[in-house]
């Protein structure tokens, strides 16, 4: 009894001592972290088929040390989230050498975003603004080095960083109330996405005979990469890789319940890499916002605040004038009239990973509106077979108090997309709205002939050989009374 006791004592002290000799360097600004754009507002129920399990652990590097170094940002979103997605592009699952030979080094980004040069921390918003602007490059081509953080990368550097951009980087929830926060954590997973952590005020990193953290509070931030969950471990519990060696944890990983995650994880990133591209779009290699394949489909569904569908048809010749810029006939019709104070919500499906926009027109004053993104919610979705609610379940979109002609247009496109631009030159277009909008994207758009509607529901499917089509404008004229 005796040397179990001593055993254990001595677990406890090693785990304690680790926690003192290795760095953390985490920086929080709430202000920062809600300034950047939130992903897509999926409905509860894309939620419900998530798998009780799943590990990206098979494409994770083996750990290393940060050292006393406060560069755990680097090492989280360099080292480790970036050479995770690398890794599954390249399908390198398990091949633990391929992977090492290519880790991203956590010095080119600390060194760019670090505080000051003391090296005494970083924001996770700086270093994904870092990757997603610059790029990334490999460990072999700037070293990690404990003891110096002031070393510059050169130019030449900078300029191997660019074929390592990251597509886009998302933070899953608030920072008050991050609802459904361990759900997006595990969807972005199982979506093969790694997720950056900000574990918040922490005193050590202590765990149990489980490899499960001893939830505690202190004063310390550490960056860190969530690789999987497992619902039946702990009660449900992520594993996170740290940048504390191979001696920490079980293997440098160990796990937080999902309860302990939720109050005490206060930033939380996914990082989206670019796709491999096909053989039809070797041209787009170097465009950061283009989407691997040139096949796009998508689904809309409008409901009523009641839950209750609003009837729709394919308008005549919606495909036949699809891209005839002076054809005025929107693609659908409400088949129904409703009046002023109508709330209604639009749930849409999209069949490829994308970008999605929403406009809205009123013919009574000619207004026109960005209706979606807002709110820093993300344009970019990530995922397939989910749905998203515009403008999203908290909130309805409503017929004014003006009757007339209203329309939608929703933008399924393949490319990043200046919503913004889009908007002003619709407004200042000598045509009306659906002649002004397809003049702006003439030449984006896919041709009427690969695209195919559905008759009694808002679904399309498009594909082209040509790799200048991105954009598929949906137009749906709606009468209000």
């Known amino acids: 009894m005796k040397k179990v006791t001593l055993l254990f004592l001595s677990l406890i002290l090693t785990t304690s001592l680790l926690s003192q000799e290795f760095g953390t360097g985490l920086k929080f600004d709430q202000n920062l972290y809600e300034s950047m754009q939130q992903t897509v507002p999926l409905v509860t129920r894309s939620f419900d088929r998530l798998p009780i399990s799943y590990s990206l652990k098979g494409y994770t590097p083996t750990p290393q040390s940060q050292g006393a170094q406060g560069s755990c940002v680097g090492w989280a979103s360099a080292f480790g989230a970036r050479t995770i997605a690398y890794a599954v592009k390249n399908n390198w699952e398990n091949n633990t050498a391929k992977i090492n030979e290519n880790t991203f080094s956590p010095a080119f980004v600390y060194n760019q975003i670090k505080v000051n040069d003391k090296c005494e921390g970083a924001y996770i918003e700086n270093a994904m603004m870092v990757m997603n602007t610059y790029g990334s490059v490999k460990m072999t081509d700037f070293p990690y080095n404990a003891s110096n953080c002031t070393t510059a990368p050169s130019s030449y550097t900078f300029s191997k960083a660019q074929d390592h951009k990251i597509l886009t980087y998302e933070r899953l929830a608030k920072w008050e109330n991050p609802v459904n926060l361990t759900n997006k954590v595990k969807k972005a997973l199982s979506n ?205 979109i409503e017929f004014d108090n003006n009757p007339g002609r209203d329309i939608l247009c929703v933008l399924y496109s393949k490319e990043k997309l200046d919503i913004d631009a889009i908007v002003a030159k619709s407004k200042n277009g000598n045509g009306d709205f659906v002649s002004n909008i397809k003049e702006v994207l003439s030449t984006k758009m896919y041709s009427g002939s690969d695209v195919t509607f559905s008759k009694n529901k808002i679904e399309f499917s498009a594909s082209s050989t040509n790799n200048a089509s991105k954009v598929v404008p949906i137009f749906i004229e709606m009468n209000h009374q």
């Open 192 to 396: 093969k996405n790694p997720v950056v952590i900000g574990l918040f005020k922490f005193t050590d990193l202590k765990t149990d005979f489980n490899n499960v953290w001893i939830s505690n509070t202190g004063t310390y931030g550490h960056a860190m990469v969530v690789v999987g969950y497992d619902d039946t471990k702990a009660g449900g519990a992520f594993e996170i890789m740290n940048s504390w060696g191979s001696n920490f944890g079980k293997g440098g990983f160990f796990w937080i319940k999902y309860d302990d995650f939720e109050r005490q994880v206060k930033t939380a990133y996914v990082l989206i890499d670019k796709e491999q591209t096909d053989n039809n779009n070797n041209n787009n290699n170097n465009n950061n916002n283009i989407i691997a394949s040139n096949i796009l489909g998508g689904e809309l569904t409008l409901k009523l605040g009641d839950g209750t569908n609003m009837p729709t048809s394919l308008s005549e010749g919606a495909t036949r004038n699809f891209n005839i810029v002076k054809a005025t006939k929107t693609t659908y019709k409400v088949d129904k009239s409703y009046s002023s104070g109508t709330q209604f919500r639009i749930y849409l499906n999209s069949k490829q990973k994308g970008y999605v926009y929403l406009i809205g027109y009123g013919s009574s004053d000619k207004s026109v509106h960005k209706l979606y993104p807002f709110d820093n919610f993300s344009d970019y979705f990530s995922y397939t077979n989910s749905e998203i609610a515009l403008p999203n379940e908290d909130y309805f």
